[in-house]
């Protein structure tokens, strides 16, 4: 997934960050709430994480502009107001969840994939051959054995698996598995490619993913 932390404290931003990093996110930070829709404006996301007391423009407002439009992230607010009026409003104005702080890092991730997950129905399992792919347990298995992925190799195999039989440019897929801070360039691609490939080899999967030179890649169907 790709998420937006909207926070003004460095310190909880960067620990959010982080820690969602580590599970395998693409994620940007705003520290108020116009930088935050400036990233809204460029990027798409799936989840938001929104504090409401922000320099600039605070969360609140921007609920409001994110209501009239089409396309925009399901909603967590993250904030030390604990008020029923103010869930209520939150809500109201948009929002998904509400989560008060302080809070346990493990029910911010739950609360993350439950809105990730809402309205639609539960991932398929991706099957291709002997390899399957389980999206909620985040799990590769070649003929029932797990295969050993990190993050980021799992997350690029599920891109390609879920966008089977359309090609997909080097900068597509940089654009879905970093975040804007990232000092890496979309070169990294072709890295992780080759140690996916590799890992597919070393199970008995071979060609699984073509390089269509100068398009992209593609799984095809």
Do not use: C, N
């Amino acid at each position: 997934m790709r998420l937006l932390i909207v926070e003004d404290s460095p310190s909880l931003g960067t620990h959010l960050r982080s820690a969602l990093t580590r599970d395998g996110h693409a994620v940007d930070v705003a520290a108020d709430g116009e930088t935050a829709l400036g990233f809204l404006a460029a990027y798409h996301y799936d989840v938001m994480l929104l504090d409401l007391m922000l320099p600039r423009m605070d969360g609140w407002a921007v609920l409001r502009w994110l209501k009239g439009r089409e396309e925009k992230p399901r909603v967590l607010v993250l904030s030390a107001r604990d008020q029923v009026a103010d869930r209520v409003e939150a809500l109201d104005l948009g929002a998904d969840d509400y989560l008060v702080k302080p809070f346990e890092y493990a029910e911010l991730l739950a609360r993350v994939h439950a809105l990730a997950r809402r309205g639609e129905r539960p991932a398929p399992l991706l099957v291709a051959g002997a390899l399957t792919l389980d999206p909620r347990a985040r799990l590769a298995r070649v003929d029932g054995k797990v295969l050993a992925l990190s993050p980021k190799e799992y997350a690029l195999l599920e891109v390609l698996l879920s966008q089977r039989g359309r090609v997909l440019s080097r900068l597509a897929l940089f654009e879905r598995l970093y975040d804007a801070r990232s000092e890496a360039s979309d070169k990294v691609i072709e890295v992780l490619m080759s140690t996916l490939r590799g890992k597919l080899a070393q199970a008995g999967i071979r060609d699984l993913i073509e390089t269509r030179r100068g398009f992209g890649y593609v799984v095809a169907e």
